[in-house]
């Protein structure tokens, strides 16, 4: 069974939309949203799917089959999918039968990571992309929870892994700048987007993220969704 994130109608968070951030910004995709993380950012936008002070767990988590999954995602006739949580390797051993069969019927498959587990092989053999958020100092979560060496270091070897970095303050650029020398990532997989959850924030902090971008040779994003639709979920 997958631990889904349940939407306020009832439905799980299985959605047709655009991608919102990173190197394929704009594809229609069908998002899947897993519950449960292991780390607490401060800024976190799910909270919902792991913060259970603040969120009642019964509410917004459901655990559906992998059946019943892919047949939702298949209804929306769209062969781009996006694996999004919370965390979702945590539930990797799960997901990863969802992927090779979707895989077997032509879809293109990214997973959204926080970088601190590793993909088992099945998951590294089927995944298209992998979009490593490794979470810097900003996000409040302690350095050895964050930051884990060798799982860095096996995505950075992966050439279908990009790193997103979410920047708040402009501290966070030479924080990217030590972890791109430390574990050797090409500038051409780091992609900064600046954090924000509405178009205001996200665009006060888009002319220095952008500049950094150029400066370092690093990709920028921003976040499509938030200008398109603000904060809202299950879009
Ligand atoms: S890793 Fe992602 S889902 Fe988990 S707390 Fe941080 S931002 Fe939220």
């Known amino acids: 069974m997958l631990r889904l994130s349940r939407q306020p109608g009832g439905q799980p968070e299985i959605f047709h939309s655009l991608q919102g951030e990173g190197a394929t ?27 259970w002070e603040n969120y009642d767990y019964k509410k917004e988590v459901m655990a559906l089959d992998t059946e019943q999954v892919r047949e939702k995602i298949l209804s929306y006739e769209c062969p781009h999918l ?21 895989k077997q019927q032509g879809f293109y498959c990214e997973v959204e990571t926080n970088g601190t587990i590793a993909p088992m092989p099945e998951m590294e053999r089927d995944i298209d992309q992998w979009n490593v958020s490794p979470k810097l100092s900003t996000s409040d979560n302690r350095l050895e929870r964050r930051l884990v060496p060798d799982t860095l270091e096996s995505f950075s070897r992966i050439p279908n892994a990009y790193f997103k970095f979410v920047i708040v303050e402009p ?44 400066k370092h040779g690093f990709r920028f994003s921003t976040r499509l969704h938030i200008l398109l639709w603000g904060d809202q979920r299950g879009r």
């Open 25 to 51: 910004i704009g594809v229609a995709t069908v998002f899947l949203r897993l519950s449960l993380c292991n780390l607490s950012c401060s800024w976190c936008d799910t909270k919902y799917t792991w913060d």
């Open 171 to 214: 501290q966070d650029i030479e924080e990217v700048c030590g972890l791109a020398e430390k574990y050797r990532i090409p500038p051409q997989r780091i992609i900064l987007l600046p954090e924000g959850r509405n178009p205001e924030v996200l665009q006060s902090r888009s002319g220095w993220v952008s500049e950094a971008c150029v």
């Open 82 to 102: 996006v694996v999004t949580g919370g965390e979702p390797l945590l539930q990797q051993t799960e997901l990863a039968p969802l992927i090779s069969g979707l």
